[in-house]
């Protein structure tokens, strides 16, 4: 296939789509600080990892805080139409994000004066619960929905240490308990729990710990592979523990997996495999009258800027995302004023996803693709190739394995209709 008309195949960012994107944001993500109370070996800004600004106990000034949500709530005012509301989550990330209360409680506050212009907020936060006793009344009555890091039991946990090298675990307990408590309908609805995978945890114990004990399905996910220093390889790979592999030697893998649900594995892949690849799910009722088959796309699956988050880091920068390096800001907060072109942040995209173009023109997923570029990390040479290229091959070899599996276990594709939302 020539390059010409692999290209017509894909679409590019303009000007136009970050705007709309920045019209209907969905989530407003603040790096409250850059500071942490916690140690964690494996943390995305700890010593396995690069590409990210240095940490130096820095706070978010809320002028900038305040500066950008000033630009954003502009824009939704002048596109404003009169009778419609939308969510928007307002997310506090750090570092440890307790650790800057005073901003966090103004950002609200300030929020909350500002004239209704069709968005309605709702707060979101990620925790390491170190501090929770001491903030939980506030944090209940703005109903922030918490996201508590716990990787399980004391063991599991032994990666999470302070800065002296104790294991966090006795004081997170007591304090998560202590919510639990204190404010058991709040807890039942609004909090959540994330466990990294290790090689001093396992999904079994870590998710019958967090469940026997809290009564929640934590997300376990694996150690971020993306971004490793040369000379920390090998002790991440000692670290490292894959997710599947680790079910597979629980005591009664079935057992757990229909339990989890969603969260394992395999049927997080049968479910992407039924939304994506069966050609019968419908995101609006205008698709219903849409040739799917001649819509053109975004090479890879890479988000297009802002449409699903803008991510403010603790010194300024607008960044589409938090999981991605910092050097791929598209915008700078001053001190007062919001440095934001949609050409740019537009054609800088568009450089970065265009070098996939060739391989995404014969992939078998190049209308279903999930891979972030942002996450491959020779993305910045010339010869850098999709982790995720996906011959034809390759594509019946799956299909065949989602079909088996269902085969075997009909009932998830019920549950699959039934219990999982899809999140555009």
């Known amino acids: 296939m020539k390059e010409e008309k692999a290209n017509d195949k894909f679409q590019l960012v303009d000007a136009n789509q970050i705007e709309y994107n920045l019209i209907h944001l969905k989530q407003l993500v603040f790096e409250v600080t850059d500071a942490c109370n916690l140690k964690c070996k494996y943390c995305g800004y700890a010593d396995f990892y690069q590409g990210y600004d240095e940490r130096i106990n820095k706070m978010l000034p809320f002028k900038k805080a305040q500066l950008i949500i000033d630009y954003l709530h502009d824009l939704w005012r002048k596109n404003y139409v009169k009778g419609t509301s939308f969510p928007i989550s307002i997310s506090f990330y750090g570092g440890e994000p307790l650790l800057n209360v005073p901003l966090i409680k103004q950002i609200i506050s300030y929020l909350e004066s500002l004239d209704f212009v069709g968005k309605k907020f709702f707060y979101n936060m990620t925790t390491n619960a170190m501090l929770l006793d001491k903030y939980m009344d506030f944090i209940v009555e703005k109903e922030i929905r918490l996201l508590i890091s716990l990787d399980g039991d004391e063991e599991g946990q032994s990666y999470r240490i302070d800065h002296v090298g104790r ?169 007062e004023y919001v440095d934001l072109n949609y050409e740019y942040v537009a054609d800088r995209h568009n450089h970065f996803i265009q070098k996939y173009n060739k391989q995404c023109s014969v992939c078998a997923l190049y209308k279903n693709c999930m891979q972030c570029v942002y996450q491959i990390d020779d993305i910045r040479t010339d010869g850098t190739k999709c982790l995720s290229f996906c011959p034809m091959k390759s594509w019946n070899h799956n299909a065949t394995k989602q079909l088996t599996y269902l085969r075997k276990h009909p009932e998830a594709y019920q549950r699959i209709l039934n219990e999982v939302s899809i999140r555009s």
Not at 192 to 221: C, G
Not at 319 to 329: G, K, L, M, V, W
Request: aromatic letters at 14%.
């Open 167 to 335: 294991n966090s675990f006795s004081r997170v307990i007591h304090n998560i308990k202590l919510l639990q408590e204190k404010y058991p309908d709040y807890f039942d609805k609004l909090v959540q729990f994330n466990a990294v995978l290790h090689n001093r945890n396992s999904v079994e114990a870590t998710y019958r710990f967090i469940k026997d004990n809290f009564n929640k399905s934590p997300r376990i996910a694996p150690l971020n592979n993306s971004g490793i220093k040369d000379d920390k390889k090998k002790e991440f790979i000692n670290t490292y523990k894959n997710v599947s592999e680790s079910l597979k030697q629980a005591h009664n893998c079935e057992a757990l997996e229909a339990e989890m649900f969603i969260s394992a594995p395999d049927i997080h892949q049968l479910a992407n495999y039924i939304f994506f690849e069966t050609n019968n799910v419908y995101n609006t009722y205008n698709e219903l009258f849409l040739d799917k088959s001649k819509l053109t796309v975004f090479p890879t699956g890479t988000c297009t800027p802002f449409s699903k988050k803008m991510f403010i880091t603790v010194n300024g920068k607008i960044i589409p995302c938090e999981r991605i390096d910092h050097d791929f800001a598209v915008g700078f907060i001053h001190d």
